[in-house]
């Protein structure tokens, strides 16, 4: 196999784009672009994670307990948050069952226990293609039927001129215990439409009926990024905190945070055993013109 290893680390190389990924979590832990980072580590169990795989769902759970068909289960806390949160890949050792210079395939297994009821297979695949970073997610239950999501959580670097351009017709607002509260329009703080400088403001809400897609521009850096979301990742969370300027989270996902406790399981998705739910994320990578001097 020809690919660089340093431990758990992986490197992956095509062109002007260079990405580091992990056993732990099947995360990315650095991505650049002609050298510059569009991904920053800031996020995981120990803050070294620049994009990591939230599944059999993502987000809280209200409680650390669900109801489903009739039957009542519960979770308990996986990190100091006293909610369960995110699932449980991040925090795991995935397996490598494939890897080239240019993509590597994760898979990792769980049995259900008192932490969590979900049984199931998943498998991460990360890719460099052209100037693309291709991140495949897939869960296949391998218990009982119960409702499953998934979803990405990338680090976007932020400078002070970062853009973006993202569209929605429904946004959450957010309760003190960092669940979605009520939904309703689209903010003017918190509308992207037209592609705007990303707010001085705490921001951790859920979107819904997006067209998939999103632009990010970075002027001084002289990059820009395409996203584009396939499969089942319906949704999106934005996530700005204050305590820190140098990234934001814009987070495809299938459903909405605490789901198990919103109508229709917010999105998430009832699996029979044997059933598979997958969401892609690409996420395109080209220079940005820099504006000419003068005039």
């Known amino acids: 196999m020809s690919h660089e290893r340093a431990g758990d680390e992986i490197e992956l190389r095509h062109g002007d784009l260079a990405v580091r990924v992990s056993r732990r979590g099947a995360a990315v832990t650095a991505a650049t672009y002609r050298e510059t980072p569009f991904l920053v580590a800031a996020g995981g169990p120990d803050g070294v994670m620049a994009n990591f795989a939230m599944v059999p769902f993502g987000n809280r759970v209200e409680g650390n307990a669900m109801s489903f068909a009739g039957r009542a289960y519960t979770f308990q806390p996986n990190t100091s948050d006293p909610l369960y949160r995110h699932g449980d890949g991040w925090l795991g050792f995935w397996q490598l069952e494939e890897a080239s210079v240019e993509h590597a395939k994760f898979s990792f297994s769980r049995i259900a226990d008192k932490v969590s009821p979900y049984a199931y297979l998943t498998r991460q695949e990360i890719r460099v293609a052209g100037n693309s970073l291709v991140l495949t997610l897939s869960v296949e239950n391998r218990g009982e039927t119960l409702p499953f999501g998934l979803g990405q959580h990338p680090f976007f670097a ?69 996203l584009k979301a396939e499969g089942a990742l319906d949704r999106f969370m934005l996530y700005m905190p204050t305590d820190r300027n140098d990234f934001f989270c814009l987070e495809p996902m299938s459903h909405l945070p605490n789901g198990h406790h919103l109508p229709e399981f917010g999105g998430l998705a009832p699996l029979a055993p044997g059933e598979v739910l997958v969401g892609k994320v690409t996420i395109d990578l080209s220079a940005l013109p820099l504006p000419s001097e003068g005039r």
């Open 158 to 226: 932020r400078t002070p001129k970062t853009r973006l351009t993202i569209a929605a017709d429904r946004y959450w607002n957010e309760r003190p215990d960092h669940l979605p509260d009520v939904p309703g329009p689209v903010p003017d703080d918190f509308d992207f439409r037209s592609g705007k400088l990303l707010p001085q403001k705490w921001m951790n809400n859920a979107f819904e009926g997006w067209n998939r897609r999103a632009a990010i521009a970075w002027p001084e850096l002289g990059i820009q990024a395409a």
